[in-house]
């Protein structure tokens, strides 16, 4: 998996606000050749990113921060038209792949940790795989509503 560049997503961000960097140094009380520098060495100081991240008020910015910070995918990064319908149906679709095996994960959850299988142990990763691209289609069809009706978080 490659990892995230935060610094693209930070100037696709200030972009999607508005927000020239000069403004977002004069929010967050910083020079302007600061945030072109972040720009430049590509890295954000942990100690601003909160600020950053309230500034500019971005959904999507904030899970790209989240994932490089962590390492967990937040959003997805399925190349869908990035509109709410587009997003809606990517999510729909994913939610629907976890549902038709909700009935047998509900039938594991039950088992003894004793009784239980390689093979069951397949299926539960199987539905926690599942599940993890449901969440990462929810998050990127929120942040498309988010983004459409303008609107900050």
């Not at 060495?41 to 910070?69: H, S």
């Not at 729909?92 to 239980?116: N, S, V, Y």
Request: proline share 3%; net charge neutral.
């Amino acid at each position: 998996m490659a990892q995230i560049d935060v610094i693209e997503e930070f100037k696709k961000a200030l972009d999607r606000k508005k927000i020239a960097p000069s403004e977002l140094a004069a929010i967050i009380h910083v020079t302007p050749s600061a945030v072109t520098n972040w720009i430049g060495r590509k890295k954000i100081p942990q100690d601003k990113i909160p600020e950053v991240i309230k500034a500019i008020g971005d959904y999507r910015f904030a899970l790209a921060v989240a994932e490089y910070l962590t390492g967990i995918v937040a959003c997805s990064a399925k190349r869908v038209e990035d509109t709410p319908y587009a997003r809606y149906f990517s999510q729909a679709k994913e939610e629907d792949d976890r549902k038709r095996i909700d009935h047998e994960f509900t039938l594991l959850m039950g088992k003894r940790k004793e009784d239980r299988t390689e093979n069951d142990r397949k299926k539960v990763k199987r539905y926690i795989k599942e599940l993890s691209e449901e969440i990462e289609e929810k998050n990127s069809f929120l942040a498309s509503i988010m983004e459409d009706w303008d609107l900050s978080n």
